[in-house]
């Protein structure tokens, strides 16, 4: 089923046409489709009960597991607009977002249930909390579990009926938040009509490869949080179109393990995953004991890289790769894709960030073709992706089959299409400030379109940085290909406004420095024990040097600073969606940045001690990848 439509009306055939195939499995629990939609019809009529008018929001808060889902849907049933949030937010920014959103029920977690109370004196829509797994919960809070009724449906689903019966193809089908970078986050409404085009264009650009997705019984994986508008595209929406089978990855530590388990034929991976899984993969393969297994390691690195590479360029390889390719695919590339779990993979898509070439020419080379696409919240997802067949690096492919794409007289990416916002909730001014009378969404990001309609980013149309000598610089650009030269490294922020040069400031990857610093045998308990070691030090001034031979002139960093502590969302710097906040940084480390510039001493070779720390907030360990030992390259 394509074209106009609601998520629903796909629920709704799947439970007709596949009704004992699995929809979710989320632990030892599977649901099969029918089972899917008799749940979500009853949490509907649970929500109806509670008195849930059409178009009032229900606030969702929960990890990634089947009920997220589960109850995502049932809100749409009842002619509700769910909303997701992130598990991350603090309690002042959950209470914005949710009197925002003027939310009249929320469904959370066990663990959030007290960041709720806490704000629920200042949230006056908010007439009823329900909880998951809390066997005794305190006085005005419902247990999921009690209010779900499945066997009231035989007498009372026509009161469902009639909810569902409102929900049109232009109504909500969600309301995403904007990260927030600069300023309050925007509930940005999201449409029925403009998941499904996006859909649409997904599969269409996957059959234009001559790779069609999979129909029903195909296999998907949810670990990216729910409240990202890209993660519900891809592993709940998408499932309910191709109707596959999702497993929820609650904890992103397990990762690892049940990729293989799952092997999805479609997968989400942001930058970080793409490169930390090359990065595990190439020591993996130069630190194998065996000298045999070692060199052919280092031969396989190299096949794979050339190859890649020549894909990519569209050009045939040399006569070596040519004749080795094959059998390293057998000997050596296929295990690795099934040690990962990505033998089946079809759609291998990554966002928020460019890859870089090498690592693009590497999954190429092994067999895992990775679409780099490009979008925002406010155009359901997607805009534009690389087609499989001819993937470009440095672009982010062409527009999705019936999206405009043009580039504005300042250089501004403008789209239109039936995927664009119709607007943010409570914000007119916003939305007539972002779309303009005939349509054309601008997005603040600057770009390029190529001779084939291939786009090219080049910047951020508030954050470009202008130098004492007019240079426009992409502060973006510079500060990935700092941080993307060192697993060590997490976010990098890169001022000069107004400045003869670019200086940097570096922070720790909260997710792996601890094992970085394992591996090589440094004792190091905390991020400010790592960065005062000399190697640690070194391996910043290395990545600092690596980065700037990939940058030109102005956009090369001549000073930086490695802080001594971690960034996160609670702590201010960055946002849920991992972007920086560029004022609050700014502001937080005005000395820092002024001590770069006024004492030449200070550069490149010493931590920071702002006083403003992040320790009490060390986020969990994510996925460490590993192949197993029967796959060693």
């Given at each position: 089923?394509?074209?106009?439509?609601?998520?629903?009306?796909?629920?709704?055939?799947?439970?007709?046409?596949?009704?004992?195939?699995?929809?979710?499995?989320?632990?030892?629990?599977?649901?099969?489709?029918?089972?899917?939609?008799?749940?979500?019809?009853?949490?509907?009529?649970?929500?109806?009960?509670?008195?849930?008018?059409?178009?009032?929001?229900?606030?969702?808060?929960?990890?990634?597991?089947?009920?997220?889902?589960?109850?995502?849907?049932?809100?749409?049933?009842?002619?509700?607009?769910?909303?997701?949030?992130?598990?991350?937010?603090?309690?002042?920014?959950?209470?914005?977002?949710?009197?925002?959103?003027?939310?009249?029920?929320?469904?959370?977690?066990?663990?959030?249930?007290?960041?709720?109370?806490?704000?629920?004196?200042?949230?006056?829509?908010?007439?009823?909390?329900?909880?998951?797994?809390?066997?005794?919960?305190?006085?005005?809070?419902?247990?999921?579990?009690?209010?779900?009724?499945?066997?009231?449906?035989?007498?009372?689903?026509?009161?469902?009926?009639?909810?569902?019966?409102?929900?049109?193809?232009?109504?909500?089908?969600?309301?995403?938040?904007?990260?927030?970078?600069?300023?309050?986050?925007?509930?940005?409404?999201?449409?029925?009509?403009?998941?499904?085009?996006?859909?649409?264009?997904?599969?269409?650009?996957?059959?234009?490869?001559?790779?069609?997705?999979?129909?029903?019984?195909?296999?998907?994986?949810?670990?990216?949080?729910?409240?990202?508008?890209?993660?519900?595209?891809?592993?709940?929406?998408?499932?309910?179109?191709?109707?596959?089978?999702?497993?929820?990855?609650r904890d992103l530590g397990q990762l690892r393990e049940m990729l293989p388990a799952v092997r999805p034929h479609?997968?989400?991976?942001?930058?970080?995953?793409?490169?930390?899984?090359?990065?595990?993969?190439?020591?993996?393969?130069?630190?194998?004991?065996?000298?045999?297994?070692?060199?052919?390691?280092?031969?396989?690195?190299?096949?794979?890289?050339?190859?890649?590479?020549?894909?990519?360029?569209?050009?045939?390889?040399?006569?070596?790769?040519?004749?080795?390719?094959?059998?390293?695919?057998?000997?050596?590339?296929?295990?690795?894709?099934?040690?990962?779990?990505?033998?089946?993979?079809?759609?291998?898509?990554?966002?928020?960030?460019?890859?870089?070439?090498?690592?693009?020419?590497?999954?190429?080379?092994?067999?895992?073709?990775?679409?780099?696409?490009?979008?925002?919240?406010?155009?359901?997802?997607?805009?534009?992706?690389?087609?499989?067949?001819?993937?470009?690096?440095?672009?982010?492919?062409?527009?999705?089959?019936?999206?405009?794409?043009?580039?504005?007289?300042?250089?501004?990416?403008?789209?239109?299409?039936?995927?664009?916002?119709?607007?943010?909730?409570?914000?007119?001014?916003?939305?007539?400030?972002?779309?303009?009378?005939?349509?054309?969404?601008?997005?603040?990001?600057?770009?390029?379109?190529?001779?084939?309609?291939?786009?090219?980013?080049?910047?951020?149309?508030?954050?470009?940085?202008?130098?004492?000598?007019?240079?426009?610089?992409?502060?973006?650009?510079?500060?990935?290909?700092?941080?993307?030269?060192?697993?060590?490294?997490?976010?990098?922020?890169?001022?000069?406004?107004?400045?003869?040069?670019?200086?940097?400031?570096?922070?720790?990857?909260?997710?792996?420095?601890?094992?970085?610093?394992?591996?090589?045998?440094?004792?190091?308990?905390?991020?400010?024990?790592?960065?005062?070691?000399?190697?640690?030090?070194?391996?910043?001034?290395?990545?600092?040097?690596?980065?700037?031979?990939?940058?030109?002139?102005?956009?090369?960093?001549?000073?930086?600073?490695?802080?001594?502590?971690?960034?996160?969302?609670?702590?201010?710097?960055?946002?849920?969606?991992?972007?920086?906040?560029?004022?609050?940084?700014?502001?937080?480390?005005?000395?820092?940045?002024?001590?770069?510039?006024?004492?030449?001493?200070?550069?490149?070779?010493?931590?920071?001690?702002?006083?403003?720390?992040?320790?009490?907030?060390?986020?969990?360990?994510?996925?460490?990848?590993?192949?197993?030992?029967?796959?060693?390259?």
């Open positions: 089923m394509t074209g106009a439509g609601t998520l629903l009306d796909l629920i709704d055939r799947n439970a007709a046409e596949h009704p004992d195939l699995i929809a979710t499995i989320d632990g030892d629990e599977s649901l099969s489709w029918s089972g899917y939609r008799r749940r979500a019809r009853a949490i509907a009529l649970a929500l109806l009960d509670l008195g849930v008018e059409p178009g009032e929001v229900v606030g969702l808060h929960m990890v990634n597991r089947a009920e997220h889902v589960h109850s995502d849907v049932g809100a749409l049933y009842a002619g509700a607009v769910p909303a997701s949030l992130h598990t991350t937010l603090a309690a002042e920014h959950l209470a914005y977002l949710a009197k925002d959103l003027a939310a009249v029920v929320a469904i959370v977690d066990a663990d959030q249930l007290p960041l709720w109370l806490s704000i629920r004196g200042v949230l006056p829509d908010l007439r009823h909390l329900i909880v998951l797994d809390e066997d005794d919960p305190p006085s005005g809070v419902l247990r999921f579990d009690r209010l779900v009724d499945t066997a009231a449906l035989e007498e009372r689903g026509v009161e469902v009926d009639t909810a569902t019966a409102s929900v049109l193809p232009d109504n909500p089908i969600t309301i995403v938040y904007t990260s927030g970078t600069t300023g309050q986050p925007k509930g940005t409404i999201i449409t029925h009509a403009g998941v499904r085009f996006v859909m649409d264009g997904v599969v269409a650009r996957a059959e234009e490869a001559g790779r069609p997705l999979p129909g029903p019984g195909c296999s998907g994986l949810s670990y990216v949080p729910l409240a990202h508008v890209a993660e519900r595209m891809f592993s709940h929406y998408l499932a309910c179109r191709q109707a596959a089978t999702v497993t929820y990855v479609f997968f989400l991976g942001v930058p970080r995953v793409w490169e930390r899984i090359h990065s595990t993969i190439r020591q993996r393969a130069q630190s194998d004991p065996s000298p045999v297994t070692r060199a052919l390691g280092r031969i396989a690195l190299q096949v794979a890289d050339t190859s890649g590479r020549a894909t990519l360029a569209r050009r045939a390889p040399d006569l070596r790769t040519r004749l080795g390719h094959p059998v390293l695919d057998r000997l050596v590339f296929g295990r690795i894709r099934a040690a990962l779990g990505m033998d089946r993979l079809v759609m291998a898509a990554s966002g928020s960030a460019p890859l870089s070439t090498e690592v693009l020419a590497f999954f190429t080379g092994i067999g895992i073709t990775i679409a780099e696409t490009y979008g925002m919240t406010e155009t359901s997802a997607v805009l534009t992706s690389s087609p499989l067949g001819v993937p470009r690096p440095g672009t982010v492919g062409t527009p999705l089959p019936g999206m405009e794409l043009r580039i504005g007289d300042d250089g501004e990416i403008l789209a239109r299409g039936p995927n664009i916002t119709p607007g943010y909730l409570n914000r007119p001014e916003a939305t007539a400030e972002a779309i303009d009378p005939d349509g054309w969404l601008h997005t603040g990001d600057l770009g390029e379109l190529d001779s084939d309609g291939y786009l090219r980013i080049t910047g951020r149309k508030k954050e470009m940085i202008i130098s004492s000598e007019g240079r426009n610089i992409s502060p973006v650009n510079v500060e990935l290909a700092l941080s993307g030269a060192s697993d060590l490294l997490g976010p990098v922020y890169v001022s000069g406004d107004n400045r003869p040069y670019l200086v940097a400031l570096l922070t720790l990857d909260p997710f792996g420095w601890q094992d970085w610093c394992a591996n090589r045998g440094i004792p190091a308990a905390t991020p400010d024990e790592a960065v005062a070691h000399p190697e640690v030090q070194a391996e910043a001034a290395r990545a600092v040097e690596a980065g700037n031979r990939r940058l030109v002139g102005a956009e090369q960093v001549r000073g930086w600073i490695v802080l001594d502590h971690l960034w996160g969302s609670t702590t201010g710097e960055l946002t849920p969606t991992v972007k920086l906040k560029r004022r609050v940084i700014a502001e937080r480390y005005h000395s820092e940045v002024h001590r770069l510039y006024d004492d030449p001493a200070s550069r490149g070779s010493q931590h920071a001690e702002s006083g403003i720390s992040a320790r009490d907030e060390v986020p969990e360990r994510p996925t460490q990848w590993a192949v197993a030992p029967d796959s060693r390259c």
